[in-house]
């Protein structure tokens, strides 16, 4: 399944099913962790069943002051009602739902759509706030708070385009 743009975003439909056909496609990506790191890399969304979604990455981790890494992760992107929920996709945690997503239009604002939710793990707050800016870009950030955390990461998405 291609990815659809529209000549104008569509408020009228289910932000969710917005969401996820939007997100169907191939992507550049660049992740900025303040005063820390900075990833670039590709990233696609696959379909994998009717409401489900296979998220893929990689690239390269440029720690700062360190080395430059080749890095990976995937998630599943899951359409539950009205909700996009997050699924780690591997390791000891996969198939546990890491967010949930409700979308919601943001009128007068650059914003098109957004979601936002909070994560607790162990005494760590995990921040995710999704915002879709256009039919081709869109961005995530976390803001993580704990007693050893306090940081930002940010990650900018700008879709493929093929040239035919």
């Known amino acids: 399944m291609g990815a659809k743009i529209y000549a104008t975003f569509p408020y009228d439909w289910n932000t969710a099913r917005i969401f996820h056909e939007f997100l169907c496609g191939?992507?550049?990506?660049?992740?900025?962790?303040?005063?820390?790191?900075?990833?670039?890399?590709?990233?696609?969304?696959?379909?994998?069943?009717?409401?489900?979604?296979?998220?893929?990455e990689s690239g390269?981790?440029?720690?700062?002051?360190?080395?430059?890494?080749?890095?990976?992760r995937q998630f599943e992107y899951r359409l539950v009602d009205d909700q996009?929920?997050?699924?780690?996709?591997?390791?000891?945690?996969?198939?546990t739902v890491l967010h949930e997503l409700s979308f919601y239009p943001v009128p007068a604002s650059n914003v098109k759509l957004s979601a936002r939710h909070v994560h607790i793990c162990g005494h760590d707050k995990y921040d995710l706030t999704f915002l879709i800016l256009d039919n081709n870009y869109?961005?995530?950030?976390?803001?993580?708070?704990?007693?050893?955390?306090n940081y930002r990461i940010i990650t900018y998405y700008n879709r493929k385009i093929r040239v035919s």
Request: positive net charge; hydrophobic residues 35%.
């Open 60 to 72: 390269k981790l440029e720690i700062k002051n360190g080395p430059v890494l080749d890095a990976h």
């Open 138 to 149: 869109f961005n995530s950030c976390y803001n993580i708070r704990g007693p050893e955390k």
């Open 84 to 95: 996009i929920h997050i699924l780690y996709a591997d390791g000891p945690e996969s198939g």
């Open 26 to 56: 191939q992507w550049i990506l660049r992740r900025c962790i303040p005063k820390k790191a900075i990833f670039h890399g590709d990233a696609s969304f696959e379909q994998q069943a009717k409401d489900s979604l296979l998220y893929k």
